[in-house]
């Protein structure tokens, strides 16, 4: 009997245990974070910014079309003389300009910067969507780290309900013995106090697991009450050689390929510099009306309206050798860039490599502790068995009680480290997110 109690308490699937709970499956708490996370929606935002700068417009391909209009009144007193000897002195001369026109101007050749700004812009799109990803895997990581809590302080509880089950037994063993006249009573107040303390243990953890709720809640950002729980214990996926990691570690961490991306966006700022070595050319028409009305004066009227094309040239031979030293300066950056995109992938390899070797560790833990902990609750099993017969002692049965919770606390350890350092494995090699 006791050791199907065992069995319900530890092993049962979770969401049996919470019929009348609301249940979130890992499944549906990785939806939630995607959804709502505040940190995501921001990234969001930035790549939404970054892929609407993203035009031919911004890159200069374009022509510019504006409208210019200006007119002036104006009273004058105005005195002239004329050479063929014709004089005009007139006070309080009334005169009225007006200029309006449509101009359009359109680079056709600036040194092919137009081109270099477009890929930039591409890349800084990519930027954006690289970032994204990279704050989705971080969120990713950290609802997986905070949900598996969760299940490893369910089980921790489950287990401390085990426990105070057999100090229950105890003290009803104890107390049929002390009436008996075959018991003392330390037995019975030993036991009551490993029950106590047990109960005390419990509260601690139920506290734990309220707090991990609620980080939970928040990095999700559900409007739930932390009366939930989770319907499966820890599972674990296949992990991969040492050499197949690596190769997708440099393949595919979106830290590199980052780090990558900002030496494309370097070379682009270099092409973009060099371009102001070479000459522009652009093409300019315009549309005009203009108006002059004067009360005196030689013209009292002047109009023009018509249309006008023309091109414009220049090419800048010497400007202090500022271009020259600009583009110096962006090579050097260009240098810096490549030099981060090393040092970013030897240390997502060198933390690939630490989290495997823990990872080997951590599942032989996890085979040695699953082992224990049917050691531990097949010796607990027998010596309570003989404290209910009578040829066992209070002393032996609490001290294979003892190393029954200390499996069962080593155990959910060991299972919530495995499945870090699986974690850990997973976001470095980009296993969280597909790429199209």
Same mark, same amino acid.
Request: charged share 20%; hydrophobic share 40%; proline share 1%.
């Given at each position: 009997?006791?050791?199907?109690?065992?069995?319900?308490?530890?092993?049962?699937?979770?969401?049996?245990?919470?019929?009348?709970?609301?249940?979130?499956?890992?499944?549906?708490?990785?939806?939630?974070?995607?959804?709502?996370?505040?940190?995501?929606?921001?990234?969001?935002?930035?790549?939404?910014?970054?892929?609407?700068?993203?035009?031919?417009?911004?890159?200069?391909?374009?022509?510019?079309?504006?409208?210019?209009?200006?007119?002036?009144?104006?009273?004058?007193?105005?005195?002239?003389?004329?050479?063929?000897?014709?004089?005009?002195?007139?006070?309080?001369?009334?005169?009225?300009?007006?200029?309006?026109?449509?101009?359009?101007?359109?680079?056709?050749?600036?040194?092919?910067?137009?081109?270099?700004?477009?890929?930039?812009?591409?890349?800084?799109?990519?930027?954006?969507?690289?970032?994204?990803?990279?704050?989705?895997?971080?969120?990713?990581?950290?609802?997986?780290?905070?949900?598996?809590?969760?299940?490893?302080?369910?089980?921790?509880?489950?287990?401390?309900?085990?426990?105070?089950?057999?100090?229950?037994?105890?003290?009803?063993?104890?107390?049929?013995?002390?009436?008996?006249?075959?018991?003392?009573?330390?037995?019975?107040?030993?036991?009551?106090?490993?029950?106590?303390?047990?109960?005390?243990?419990?509260?601690?953890?139920?506290?734990?697991?309220?707090?991990?709720?609620?980080?939970?809640?928040?990095?999700?950002?559900?409007?739930?009450?932390?009366?939930?729980?989770?319907?499966?214990?820890?599972?674990?996926?296949?992990?991969?050689?040492?050499?197949?990691?690596?190769?997708?570690?440099?393949?595919? *961490?979106?830290?590199?390929?980052?780090? #990558?991306?900002? =030496? %494309?966006?370097?070379? +682009?700022?270099?092409? @973009? /510099? $060099?371009? &102001?070595?070479?000459?522009?050319?652009?093409?300019?028409?315009?549309?005009?009306?203009?108006?002059?009305?004067?009360?005196?004066?030689?013209?009292?009227?002047?109009?023009?309206?018509?249309?006008?094309?023309?091109?414009?040239?220049?090419?800048?031979?010497? *400007?202090?050798?500022?271009?020259?030293? #600009?583009?110096? =300066? %962006?090579?050097?950056? +260009?240098?810096?860039? @490549? /030099? $981060?995109? &090393?040092?970013?992938?030897?240390?997502?390899?060198?933390?690939?490599?630490?989290?495997?070797?823990?990872?080997?560790?951590?599942?032989?833990?996890?085979?040695?502790?699953?082992?224990?902990?049917?050691?531990?609750?097949?010796?607990?099993?027998?010596?309570?068995?003989?404290?209910?017969?009578?040829?066992?002692?209070?002393?032996?049965?609490?001290?294979?009680?003892?190393?029954?919770?200390?499996?069962?606390?080593?155990?959910?350890?060991?299972?919530?480290?495995?499945?870090?350092?699986?974690?850990?494995?997973?976001?470095?090699?980009?296993?969280?997110?597909?790429?199209?």
């Amino acid at each position: 009997m006791l050791r199907i109690a065992f069995y319900i308490l530890l092993f049962l699937p979770l969401g049996c245990l919470a019929q009348n709970q609301s249940l979130l499956t890992y499944q549906q708490v990785i939806a939630l974070a995607l959804q709502g996370n505040y940190d995501i929606q921001i990234a969001q935002n930035d790549a939404k910014i970054s892929a609407t700068q993203n035009t031919i417009g911004n890159a200069g391909f374009l022509p510019r079309l504006d409208i210019l209009a200006n007119g002036n009144l104006a009273t004058n007193n105005t005195k002239q003389n004329f050479s063929s000897g014709l004089e005009v002195n007139q006070d309080n001369v009334k005169s009225s300009t007006l200029n309006s026109g449509a101009y359009l101007t359109w680079t056709i050749f600036d040194g092919l910067k137009m081109f270099a700004t477009k890929e930039r812009l591409n890349q800084l799109e990519r930027q954006g969507e690289l970032s994204l990803k990279i704050q989705m895997e971080n969120t990713i990581e950290d609802v997986t780290l905070l949900y598996y809590q969760i299940v490893r302080q369910i089980q921790l509880i489950k287990g401390i309900e085990a426990a105070m089950n057999v100090s229950e037994e105890r003290i009803k063993i104890a107390d049929k013995k002390l009436a008996l006249g075959s018991g003392s009573n330390v037995e019975v107040l030993q036991a009551k106090l490993d029950l106590n303390a047990q109960r005390s243990n419990r509260i601690t953890q139920k506290y734990l697991l309220n707090e991990f709720k609620n980080n939970l809640l928040v990095l999700t950002k559900t409007n739930l009450n932390t009366d939930f729980t989770v319907d499966t214990f820890f599972s674990f996926d296949g992990i991969k050689s040492m050499d197949e990691i690596r190769e997708r570690v440099g393949k595919m *961490n979106r830290s590199i390929m980052f780090a #990558q991306n900002n =030496v %494309a966006i370097a070379s +682009q700022n270099i092409k @973009e /510099l $060099r371009s &102001q070595k070479l000459p522009t050319l652009a093409l300019t028409s315009n549309y005009i009306f203009a108006r002059s009305k004067n009360e005196a004066g030689f013209a009292l009227l002047n109009q023009n309206l018509g249309y006008n094309t023309g091109f414009t040239f220049s090419w800048n031979l010497f *400007n202090g050798l500022r271009t020259h030293n #600009q583009v110096q =300066v %962006a090579k050097i950056q +260009q240098l810096s860039a @490549e /030099l $981060r995109v &090393q040092r970013t992938k030897d240390t997502a390899i060198s933390a690939a490599q630490s989290a495997y070797t823990r990872w080997l560790g951590d599942k032989e833990i996890l085979a040695i502790e699953e082992d224990n902990i049917k050691l531990s609750e097949q010796s607990l099993k027998i010596t309570t068995e003989r404290l209910r017969l009578g040829l066992g002692n209070f002393l032996e049965t609490k001290e294979s009680q003892s190393s029954y919770e200390e499996a069962i606390t080593r155990l959910v350890n060991a299972r919530y480290n495995l499945k870090q350092s699986e974690t850990t494995l997973k976001k470095l090699t980009g296993e969280f997110l597909k790429e199209n």
